[in-house]
């Protein structure tokens, strides 16, 4: 079957009692047993059923089954947010004296994760240029403990060659991870690139228009030890396992990701196109254009379809704020892939925590707006973007 078909005729572990076509959601906590042995044996690990839902539960089991379908995993971990997935993958791979090869482009709170709370315990962040393969090699030693990067960088729109990486690391047998939620998983084939491990926050595509909070770990096999981590610490003992009401709500996502994923795509590129021709637009960021610098190696790497994201440069960071302010049909709102077209001033929120220079070492300038582009009519986007760019003048 193709994708788009796997995400709705991915079977229950169980037929439903009932013969409900949809997965239920099961809120219970607890799961009866038939007797003493068979209990210890669950417990125990010896046989794979539900005990307690906060470490497994029916409808969260569903969830990872189609993204395992969907994927060709090995097995899929369901966390209650993005940060959670990231968290307990890094978890279990980095301990005290091991460093992380990685780059200053990254999300906000994946860059303090990696350069603050875990430089508490011990770990090491190495940030590097990842689109230079040579610089990458030089920086793994023994103790490094992964390669972690995002497949496109927010907001910078880096594109590393995760292809090449995935030489380098394999030759040094550390495992590769990338955060790649700007490309949906359904888009491309992540074992096929070489990544050993994928983070994904579910929320954002996934989720089916904003609905609710989650995140993924992707696991394709290559490093048991590891993958035996993932469940025993990171789900049992740190306790981010996903609801039930959110993986329901995922799933229903997955079902229509496919449609609204190229409805999507489609409409950024168009948007991206006409503001490339915008007065008062100082420069577009979006990897589908042939004029962005990291074109090529997208298209290597993903595909032709590069998103929904979008950046744009104005003269300052009073443009910006005058843009936000004009916006009338798109919304002052973060998070990305909304069904409905969002707008942030990433220098001044996401990152605004963080001192002047540390942003500005991280390429996060004041003159940068992010877009998500949702599902209205891209006609509509561009002249409320359009507009407001006039009004920023």
């Not at 005058?322 to 049909?329: E, H, P, Q, T």
């Not at 069904?339 to 001044?348: C, D, E, F, M, T």
């Not at 963080?354 to 877009?371: A, F, Q």
Request: hydrophobic share 40%; charged share 25%; with cysteine.
């Amino acid at each position: 079957m193709n994708k788009s078909t796997k995400a709705i005729h991915t079977k229950f572990q169980r037929r439903d009692a009932w013969d409900a076509l949809q997965i239920p959601i099961y809120t219970c906590l607890a799961y009866e047993f038939d007797n003493a042995d068979y209990m210890s044996d669950v417990f125990c690990g010896k046989v794979i059923v539900p005990d307690y839902s906060r470490v497994l539960n029916p409808t969260v089991t569903h969830l990872e089954e189609i993204v395992a379908n969907l994927t060709g995993a090995k097995e899929v971990s369901a966390f209650n947010s993005g940060m959670a997935a990231i968290s307990a993958m890094i978890m279990c791979v980095a301990q005290a004296g091991k460093n992380i090869v990685t780059s200053k482009h990254l999300f906000g709170n994946t860059y303090l994760l990696l350069t603050q709370t875990l430089k508490r315990f011990g770990v090491e962040a190495r940030l590097i240029d990842l689109t230079n393969l040579e610089e990458i090699e030089k920086s793994i030693d023994s103790n490094t403990c992964c390669v972690f990067l995002e497949s496109v960088t927010n907001p910078q729109m880096e594109v590393a060659d995760i292809k090449e990486i995935s030489k380098i690391t394999k030759k040094h047998h550390i495992p590769l991870i990338a955060d790649t939620t700007i490309i949906p998983f359904t888009q491309f084939d992540g074992k096929e690139l070489g990544l050993d491990f994928q983070v994904v926050s579910s929320t954002k595509y996934i989720s089916g228009g904003a609905t609710s909070l989650g995140g993924l770990i992707i696991d394709y096999g290559n490093y048991p030890e590891i993958s035996s981590l993932i469940k025993k610490d990171s789900v049992f003992n740190l306790g981010g396992y996903m609801t039930p009401q959110a993986a329901y709500q995922q799933i229903m996502g997955l079902e229509t990701l496919e449609v609204r994923y190229k409805r999507q795509a489609e409409s950024a590129k168009k948007i991206a196109e006409m503001l490339e021709k915008t007065s008062g637009v100082e420069a577009v960021g979006y990897c589908g254009l042939e004029s962005h610098p990291f074109h090529e190696v997208f298209k290597k790497n993903y595909g032709e379809e590069a998103g929904a994201m979008i950046t744009i440069d104005l003269k300052n960071r009073e443009a910006c704020y005058d843009f936000i302010n004009s916006l009338k049909l798109v919304h002052r709102a973060t998070n990305l892939f909304d069904n409905r077209s969002l707008a942030i001033h990433p220098y001044s929120t996401i990152f605004g925590p963080l001192p002047e220079e540390e942003r500005l070492s991280m390429d996060i300038k004041p003159t940068t707006i992010r877009l998500s582009i949702g599902l209205e009519d891209p006609e509509d986007i561009y002249e409320d973007l359009k507009q407001a760019i006039e009004n920023a003048q």
